[in-house]
């Protein structure tokens, strides 16, 4: 809890807002500033609103919840809903304002149980806690003499006169006069509904407020009200109810869950959003059946079960496949969405365990996966080995001996930490041509990573073996020599990943985890792949200085000297890491945070918060990845996220189709410029750039300089256009 | 019909010795053609003697060595010797195959200085740098090897008076098992002057120690040497690592591998005694990925050598002048080429292949130069076909030293040709002329007029 003042404020400011924006799943307030707005068009209403927000949040503190819930206004915004009908059903008073507010303490008891409750399923509580508040409220407000029931939302012209007088009722009627059509009146009506405001005013605003927040969500609002009202009109439902009852939204609300805020935006969960209708339909139907005996109104019920029912289903399902949940919740489908394209561009692959290649230098893939040769069924994702001369060649002299052979003898090196779990030796290297059938693998070793993560490296040299069974062994460590024994008729490395510790045991594909491959003189870098039949692969290797300019430790401090259009300031970061273990750079000035992660082969940031003109924003974009060792001239490309980077009409217009059909890209590239030095650089330069393209043309770029030297940053410097920033860092 | 080449009678007597495994060495398969350039064209155009040398073998010679280290060794490095051929043609070539150069001189230095190495890839090796040529090295960054003690207060002073801080490095010699023992260069590392001069730079702050050096011998045929001293060399990395708390950058292990040339007195063929680089290369990176390196920590690997690489890419086109008989009955031939530009003939029993094609009839014979010395002799014993005057001949494996080691000594020195990768020929160095011997010449006035 925060304890100065102004801290303060900004905790409360937040918890209001929140809980206004949680309505359409969403942290932006600009959209929860429209929906207040929007929700004091009644203003007796709105101020009961305001209250419930107010007496759960402080009720919230007071009880000692997560002040990050109370925050984020999950606490609050079932119990605005339980104002704003308290506010529309009864007469104002104090006896109003005492049921409010033991109505909102009642929303955050139940708001808590329900939450716990539905955790254990995986499911959210959306508006449940509401919905029993409501009922509780309405239920029991029969048996206090002291509430009178409200004319208000059923005399809409009374309400304007007194709110704008006679100029407001005109205005209102022209609006009315509109040639708007029905579908369209009720769609903005239901939208207003949704704060208790029926009326085309606050419909309006919200609509607005929806746009601006996100172009998905509003698309999906009208999808699915149009669905829903089409289902109503095909099954001849009551289409009067949708016009004049607080339930046309519950079609707006489970479209925009489902389409984009539990589920990533794509077709099917577009498709997911127009199925919604018919069951949303047919729950107001049943459904109002049953509380209508009691002349309970079914508010948002229809909604939260439909979406509860759907997400429990998707839940446990045996893959995802292209239907994905959102891991990590930005509440903003746009964020979510290109959230999800990055990351499965950019780290797809990163739960692989890192396997690197068990050599020195540049060797050559003799068979690859479902090799020709031997390489087939079960041993079907294995690779061989070997070195080869310019002309192909893996022998000199005439090649009848194996000490002819390039690679024999040669160092095998543990691809991976882990324990040796199994080994075979004492095999004789064959004659070349011969090869030993009765002891297919030859000496072989095989490693245990982790579990059903195992690798076997075979036909190693007689009596060559440097390990132990049960030995620890760690990447890079030799453990053998490369030799001729076994199903080899020259020498070779044979390398598989299996599932268990026996020798010859059926492989997995399995990929490695970096390495660059040579074609004439250009390099190129691969990460999580699988090596063909006659590449050329060398591992990384990583280079002191790059190592070290890149290592940055908690509690590190960065500072530099900023020049930016002439103007000299000094500013520093901060290498902070969060509870769950996420490294960043925290720009104190800025209040900003690039997340990033070093694996030992690369540098990358992963995601970026806070202020987009900052120093580290331009950093963030220009040391997006890069690669600790060096190879001349290799480019190594990755994915920038389109949220943030690209700007204007463009990127509107493809967050309309976005689900669709992704036209922006991002792409950043670094390349090593100058190395004084390659094994022991001390000096290194490093041009990246950022470029944002629409289709082919490009509609941004950003040219960035990275100077290493003195075993650290230097200097970096980002150019677009007439914006020139350089930093010079302090030793 | 091409009429036949007459050649002359030849009476060679029935020799019925022990029979060997080699049988009788005949060296008459004619070598018309150098990368695909003709021998006759060539000299033609050059004229005779003529030192030609080929890119491919050199690149591809790298390219075995290059290979043959790194696919065992993950970080290495070769410098180019410029002592063993600083044609600045064949300098490049190296260095376009990614060498540094390594320099024994000031003058050496300056024309690596002036190929365009990079003063911080330049090593500086040997007994004897100046002052002058150690502020160079200093200013330009480069690596000093430091040879003996007063090498290294020359050094501290210069750095005290400079404000730089050299990055310095030690040669050590040892005994390696192998005969001579190089101890004429460098700290000894038995008797602990290694670990003197170790400590003398570490406890100064004014030079930094950035590696380690060794040159065990010259031509040697030994690659356990080399393990050995890569042993001890890690010995004293490691130990500064223990004591000082410092990597040592890297460890160079300079040169002296044995090229395909055959020693004189060596009863093998240079072809199968010499061991290859992959021999070479596994007892140097074997002994330190032994020695127990931390796998991140290990050090760069550096390599200088020089005639490993470069002797096989030279060939050295020469003319018969003249056949004559020696008292004692045997056949004498005189070439064009004598010692003053094969310095290397008094090591080796230089392959020498005809140029044109011969009948199978051989004849043991003596090679003289054309030298008025009389040890000016090129082959003490060679069976070759009978020769005549205006005959071609193609002498192997002299491309090191001996471009660096001729003289104009009674005539002066032929041109060198390279045969580039495309198998053109470019002059690299022009025939000498009376004018590049006299050019720096004085002559007093006083002595310009003499009458006789």
Redesign the interface.
Known sequence: MPSNPSAQFKFWKSSILGSYSQVFFSDNSQLAVLVLLASFSDPVTGVCGLMAVVFSNVFSKFMGFNPAFIRTGTYGYNALLVGLTMGVFFKFGWALVALIFVAGCLTVLLTVWLASLTAAYRVPFLSLPFIAGVWMMLLSARSFGVLQLSERGIYTFNELWNMGGPGLVSFYQQMNAWAIPFVATVYIKSLGAIFFQYNLFSGLLIAAGLLAFSRIAFSLSVLGFLSGYLFCYFVQGNLSELDYSYIGFNYILTAIALGSFFLVPSPRSYALAILSAPLIALFIAALGKITGTWQLPLYSLPFSLVVILALFALNNRYATGKLNLVQYQQYSPEKNLYAFITGRERFNKDTYFHLHLP?????NVSQGHEGKITHREDWKYAWDFV?V??TGKTF?LLGKEVTDF??Y???VLAPAAGYVVNLVDGIDDNAIGDVNLGDNWGNSIVIKHGDYVFTQLSHLKKESLKVKLGDYV?????LAACGNSGRSPEPHIHFQVQANALVGAKTIAYPFAYYADRSADAYSFHSFAYPTEGQHLLPP??TPLLASAFHFIPGMKLMFDEERGGKKTTGSWEVVVDALNQACLYCHQTESAAYFSNNGSLHYFTSFAGNKQSALYYFYLGAHKILLSYFQDMELTDHLPIEGFHRGIAKLAQDFIAPFYVYLHSEYVSRFASI?????P?HVRIESAAVARAGKAVRRRIDFELILGENRLMKFIAKEKDLCIALNFMG | MKKLQYERPVIQRLNVGVMNKFGTKTEYAPVTHIDGVSVKGLIGKHGSPLFVISEKTIRQTFKDANRAFKTRYPKVQFAWSYKTNYMNAVCNVFHQEGSWGEVVSGFEYQKALKNGVPGSKIIFNGPDKTETDLRLAINNDSLLHIDHLDELYLIKELAMDMKKKPRVAIRVNMDTGVYPMWDRFGFNYENGQAWDAINKIMLNDCMELVGLHSHIGTFMLAPSAYGVAAAKLSDLALGIRKKYKKNIQYIDMGGGFASKNTLKGSYLQGVDASPNFDQFAEAISTAILNAGFLENELPLLILETGRALIDEAGYLLGTVISNKRLSDGRRATIMDFGVNIMFTSFWYDHKISPAQSFSQYTEDAVLYGPLCMNIDVIRENVTLPPLKRDDHVVVHCVGAYNMTQWMQFISLRPAIVLIDMNEEPHVIRKRETLGSIEGDEVLPNYLKDFKI
């Open positions: 050599f020195y230098g540049e060797w070195v001369d310019d000199k390039f690679c003898n040669l160092p760690c990447k890079g460590d030799v290797r990583s004084d030095t390659i094994q022991t001390a």
